[in-house]
């Protein structure tokens, strides 16, 4: 589940089409882990962090092959 709403992250940040909105967000996940792990009585494990990066850089490329096949489509 952590993988998917991670690319659904990754693919509304990408439709931003800002580099400043796409690497606030991959901070912003981090942050949230950070502050899970400050205020949690055990320690998130730490695969969560990976998968939601993971997610994340999923969601982006998912979004640029998207773009990339739409415009091929159009063209054609």
Do not use: E, K, Q
Not at 13 to 39: D, E, K, N, P, Q
Not at 45 to 55: E, Q, V, Y
Not at 60 to 65: A, N, P, R, T, Y
């Amino acid at each position: 589940m952590i993988l998917l709403t991670a690319m659904g992250i990754g693919i509304a940040a990408g439709l931003m089409r800002s580099v400043t909105v796409i690497a606030l967000v991959a901070v912003l996940i981090c942050v949230a882990f950070a502050v899970a792990m400050l205020t949690s009585p055990a320690a998130p494990p730490m695969m969560s962090l990976l998968w939601a990066i993971a997610g994340y850089n999923l969601g982006l490329i998912d979004l640029v092959i998207g773009l990339f096949v739409v415009d091929r489509l159009r063209t054609a």
